[in-house]
């Protein structure tokens, strides 16, 4: 799982297979971000899950959030190639804060 | 086409000089943010600006400091280069500052300080 000052991780899957990234927050948040960020490239928002939300979709992909364990992750069914990329999460620090603490992402690898 | 333009792409300064990092968003947004990803570490928040008003600052050095000469812009001026400022800096915007805002990044300007 990925929060704060954590190293990046790597993971490497085959294409087809189905990964989970967890992230874990220390405060209360209101929302999560999941972002990707392609090599040379800025951060892309994937998907965003307020905390009124258990589960949000879009695509292959599903993010989940767990309020009570502060925990939030983010599943690619049949992963391809494509998918290679970093994966942060990112919260506001505080309850309504605007000041986005990101996570120290996961490196995933799709090979084919 | 790009919506948020960071230019320019890559930068090499020598130590002690001064640097402006350029940002232009094209998305109507309302709220403007810079971000510092170095080597290995999280994204870590730098400013961010609502209506060209300056809303928070997280960095420590006053040797930073954002200009916003009109609302789909906010420069970074970087002054006394040291080497620790080599980084990736990042721009970004949301339709308004807040966190259940979208955001969206600018494709960051490199900085290497020798």
């Known amino acids: 799982s990925q929060w704060g000052e954590e190293n990046l991780q790597a993971l490497s899957i085959q294409e087809g297979e189905d990964v989970t990234m967890n992230c874990s927050y220390k405060?209360?948040?209101?929302?999560v971000h999941w972002y990707r960020q392609d090599s040379g490239r800025g951060p892309a928002l994937i998907i965003l899950?307020?905390?009124?939300?258990r589960e949000k979709r879009s695509g292959r992909l599903r993010a989940t959030l767990d309020t009570s364990s502060q925990s939030s992750s983010l599943s690619i069914t049949a992963a391809q190639c494509e998918d290679t990329a970093v994966y942060f999460c990112?919260?506001?620090?505080?309850?309504?804060?605007?000041?986005?603490?990101f996570g120290a992402g996961t490196r995933l690898k799709v090979i084919a | 086409d790009p919506k948020i333009i960071q230019k320019p792409k890559y930068l090499v300064a020598v130590t002690g000089s001064e640097k402006i990092l350029i940002c232009e968003q094209y998305?109507?947004?309302?709220?403007m943010y810079w971000y510092r990803q170095s080597a290995k570490k999280p994204l870590e928040f730098m400013f961010s600006?609502?209506?060209?008003?300056?809303?928070d600052n997280q960095t420590a050095s006053s040797r930073f400091q954002p200009q916003s000469s009109k609302k789909n812009h906010l420069d970074l001026q970087i002054t006394a280069l040291k080497p620790d400022d080599s980084a990736t800096y990042f721009c970004?915007?949301?339709?308004?500052?807040?966190?259940?805002?979208?955001?969206?990044f600018g494709s960051g300007t490199r900085l290497l300080v020798i």
């Open positions: 899950i307020r905390s009124n939300e």
């Open positions: 970004a915007s949301s339709h308004h500052r807040g966190a259940n805002s979208d955001y969206t």
């Open positions: 600006y609502s209506y060209q008003k300056l809303m």
């Open positions: 998305l109507g947004h309302n709220a």
């Open positions: 990112a919260t506001d620090a505080k309850a309504g804060n605007y000041k986005y603490v």
């Open positions: 405060t209360y948040t209101t929302v």
